[in-house]
């Protein structure tokens, strides 16, 4: 959720951003929306497969090591 709503506002500044800094160019190339979707969509996948990659490993974990540990 954290992250979903980091991307809602970091999307128009980046947007203005990159409109700002593209018309000191001579020739100019628009900001495609499909951009922005696909680096959310990135962003999501890498959540994604760092959130389950900690789960998986505490659900594996033995609960024994970490009880004996303290």
């Not at 680096?39 to 760092?50: F, K, N, P, Q, S």
């Amino acid at each position: 959720m954290i992250v979903g709503i980091a991307f809602l506002l970091a999307v128009p500044a980046a947007g203005w951003a990159m409109h700002s800094w593209l018309q000191d160019f001579a020739s100019r190339a628009p900001v495609e929306p499909w951009v922005f979707f696909l680096a959310g969509g990135l962003m999501g996948l890498i959540v994604l497969v760092t959130i389950s990659s900690r789960a998986i490993a505490a659900a594996l974990a033995n609960p024994i090591e970490a009880v004996r540990g303290e």
